[in-house]
C-alpha cells in the first residue's frame, strides 16, 4: 500500500519556464512533507519543507503547496534551468512517530536548455 | 556543521558473501539514524531506524541487520547476501525532534 504518489514519473520542461511537480498521499497522520532532490548515484538533497499547519512555503526558485483537503501537495520550480534535472522525491511523516519518513517513488524531470 | 560520511561508495560481492557498511555522522551529537534502500528505478525503501546506541527498529523483515556501537556511527550488515540485496544504500540523519534528514553519498551494491 503505496502511502505516497507521485504518479507522473517524468517530466520535461524548457528551460526558463514552469516545473510542476505533484505528490498525492493517503495517511491523514502525516503532517510534515518535503521534497528531495537527487543525482544519479548520489544522496538525496533536502529541498523545502511545509508543515501541515501552512499551505504554501517559499524558498527562493522553489515553492511548495499543500492541500491538505485533496492530501496533494505540489513543488513549483520558476525558473527551471538545466542543473534543476534530477529525480524529484516528496516524503511526508507524522511528526510524532519518530521522524519516520515515507517516500514516493520520484519524478525525473529533465529541463531543455 | 554536520557531514555524513559512507563507506565505500561501490561494491561488487558474490552471493552468500558477508556485508558490512559503515556510516559515520560528524557535527553533531544524538542524532537519530537511518539506512535506506533504493532499488534501481524505485523510491527509497526505510530499513532500519536509530535513537540512541544499541537501540535499533526494523522496518521491513529482510537479511539484513543493523548497529550502532557509537553515537554517530551506523553499519549495515549481512551474515550472507542474496542477489536480491543489490541495490543503493543510503544513510541519513536527523536532529532530535526534527522530521528533516539528511543523506549521505550512499553506497552501490551489486551482488553477483
Known amino acids: 500500500d503505496q502511502q505516497v504518489k507521485q504518479n507522473s514519473p517524468s517530466l520535461s520542461v524548457q528551460e526558463g519556464r514552469i516545473s510542476i511537480l505533484n505528490c498525492d498521499y493517503t495517511n491523514s497522520m502525516f503532517d510534515y512533507f518535503l521534497w528531495y532532490k537527487k543525482y544519479p548515484a548520489e544522496g538525496p538533497t533536502f529541498l523545502i519543507s511545509?508543515?501541515?499547519?501552512?499551505d504554501k512555503n517559499e524558498d527562493g526558485r522553489f515553492t511548495v503547496f499543500l492541500n491538505k483537503s485533496a492530501k496533494h501537495l505540489s513543488l513549483h520550480i520558476v525558473p527551471s534551468q538545466p542543473g534543476d534535472s534530477a529525480v524529484y522525491f516528496c516524503a511526508a511523516t507524522p511528526s510524532a512517530a519518530g521522524n519516520k519518513l515515507t517516500f514516493g517513488g520520484g519524478t525525473r524531470v529533465l529541463v531543455k536548455p | 556543521s554536520q557531514t555524513i560520511h559512507q563507506w565505500p561508495a561501490t561494491l561488487v560481492q558474490p552471493v552468500g558473501s558477508p556485508l558490512s557498511l559503515e556510516c559515520t555522522v560528524e557535527?553533531?551529537?544524538?542524532?537519530?539514524l537511518y539506512w535506506y534502500r533504493q532499488a534501481a528505478g524505485r523510491g527509497l525503501q526505510l530499513l532500519f531506524y536509530?535513537?540512541?546506541?544499541?537501540?535499533i527498529s526494523s522496518e521491513v523483515p529482510q537479511n539484513l541487520s543493523a548497529s550502532r556501537p557509537q553515537d554517530r556511527q551506523f553499519i549495515l550488515s549481512s551474515k550472507k547476501l542474496l542477489l536480491s540485496d543489490s541495490g543503493f544504500y543510503l544513510c541519513?540523519?536527523?536532529?532530535?525532534?526534527?522530521?528533516?534528514?539528511?543523506f549521505g553519498p550512499g553506497t552501490r551494491l551489486l551482488v553477483l
Open positions: 536509530s535513537v540512541g546506541i544499541g537501540q
Open positions: 511545509i508543515s501541515s499547519i501552512k
Open positions: 557535527g553533531t551529537s544524538n542524532p537519530n
Open positions: 541519513a540523519w536527523s536532529g532530535l525532534a526534527q522530521e528533516t534528514q539528511y
